[in-house]
């Protein structure tokens, strides 16, 4: 997207507008693409880009957030998420950013509003950043308190999914039998009167996230699906399953992996902020059009413990949660976890599950040990994290045992390799260069060469530059070796944060006073010597936040953007009225009188109502937003306004 684009969504009335307010006359002939570089120059200078951030005020910074991280946002979607501003004042506030060229509608037929580069410009400088939706917030000290949703967790689910118990009645509601089971082996899901909610929807979320399915006889475990969340990070299984918990509606639980990532991860712990800031947020990460499913997610966070809900109503995210006991190890190799205890990331690969009770037990094989190693792991990394867990060196029988088992499997090596065959006059240029010799795996024979296929750019571009450039293509397939980390894992246990969350989290302060630069332009008006009636419309595009620079500001150019009713008659009035009212983005300024004054307001007119032999002009009054009802006869003078350039 470019400044080309939003000048091509202008009808040419509207961009010649644009042209003769921000750059000046335009004389004939003129070069149309010329007139598009020298707009693009105005609006990518550095001190106009700040002078438009030092004129946006709260609502145009939360509007702008919206709509530069939400995928579809139109009107509604942008009056929905901000349900405590008055709509009619939301609308003028968007009428007034496309005209100040912050946002664009491309053409087409659905209204969506996008950023222009000056908006994302300022959202790069970390204007328009996630606090612009976070206005009240208050620092609080929470406990830290063990997390719901960790791996102790984890090794209670996989612990009844093996053991088969069924967990849900036909007619709904959670087994007795079921509630007696996790009330022992995990009871921080029973600390209030809301564990039988917990564990229904952990019954949902292990079938939603495929970990298990419900049968006849109980639950069982998916163990493919297992696999892959053994051999994740702690942080990606807590976030997913996380997500799959407050999915509903047409929150999908990927969405809620993305937004609940960003509330229990990226948000500024200890300090309380409003349940509807919370939700605007949290429906901006999802992408979703209105606030009841993320209010319902909410909800459940509070309910896992990612949340702490005050008194006042107000939630916070505590700080890192408390982890567990250490692990124990024995001479035989046995590993216990405690109830507490971590399920280190990997660990669960190398080790094979013995027993569940009150712990967890775990023993190594040869087969599960070679298989981590399969995965990509090193014995020192496994040692490592067993001494670093339980405290203590590893039983000296049990690091001999696996010395032997990783010298027996590193005998043999396995690669995936291209094989490259030349022969004749290519095969002596290759011999005399040597270019192929840092990427070559080994040369079984003097035409054939065994290449890394990772290193496959290289290697071409090498043979390139000796003239060899046409190279057929690979026949058949390689695969890689498997590498356990974050990109390489099956989705969805790829780390899943939104863009909003790299944002800034403070608030940032104005580089200038808006009123400073208010009273430099008007005395720079002042002083060239405008008439009145251009001073007029001059304050009238300044308070529009449209003149950016003071080379704006010249005598001549102003034109008169009002339609006046002054001595008309009632219908007179009554017609301009009317008219007003069937263009979008126009206002009417409204001279009435006030005790023993006259006194004149901005209107937005959202109607006419008649009344016996009278007609009530219905509006908002800007800026203030409340609603205004004038008789049509009581009006002394009205004025037709055009809100904005095009």
Known sequence: MSWSDVFASLGDNAFFEVVRHYIGPVSTPFHKPELVKSLSRFFNKPEHIQRAESFLDEVDE???????????????????LLSNHDPWLLRDKLLNLEERLLVWIPSGSERIYHPTPM???????????PMTLLKTRTPVEIRPRPALIGDAFFNLLLAVLHEGLPLTLKEGGIRKKAMEHYAQRFPPLFRDEHGEQRIH??????????LGEERTEGFSPIEGTWKS????????RRSHFRGHLVANGNLTPNKAIIAANLLCQSLPANTEYTKDDLSTLFALAAGIHGKDEALVALDRLVLFGELAEGSNGHLARPDDLTGGSPISIAPTGDVTLGPDAPLSWCLSSTLSPINWDTVSCFSFQKESFLASLDRGLSREWFLHQLEELSGRPLPQNIQTLLEEWEHSYRSLDLKAGVLL???????????????????????????LWILNPLQEREWRMALKEIGIERIPPLSGTWVPAPHISSSSLPEPLSSQMHPLSQGPWEETNPSHELSVIQDSLRTHAHSIGLTSEELEAFEDRLDRKIILSPQQIQSGLWRKEATVAKGLDYHGKLRLAEAALSHRGERLALTIAVGNDLQTILVVPRSI??????????????????????????????????????
């Open 62 to 80: 939360q509007l702008l957030t919206l709509i530069i991280h939400h995928p579809q946002a139109n009107e509604s979607t942008l009056l929905a």
């Open 119 to 129: 908006a994302l410009a300022m959202g790069r400088h970390g204007k328009l950043g």
């Open 201 to 210: 929807l952990i019954a949902q979320a292990l079938q939603s996230c495929r």
């Open 229 to 236: 969340w053994e051999s994740a990070e702690a942080s990606l």
């Open 421 to 447: 065959q030349a022969t004749g006059a290519q095969q002596q240029l290759l011999e005399a260069t040597k270019v192929l010799a840092p990427y070559t795996l080994s040369q079984p024979h003097p035409e």
């Open 609 to 646: 109502e008649k009344e016996e032999a009278d007609h009530i002009l219905v509006g908002r009054q800007i800026p203030s937003g409340e609603e205004t009802r004038y008789r049509i006869r009581k009006i002394g003078l009205l004025k037709r306004i055009r809100a904005s350039l095009f």
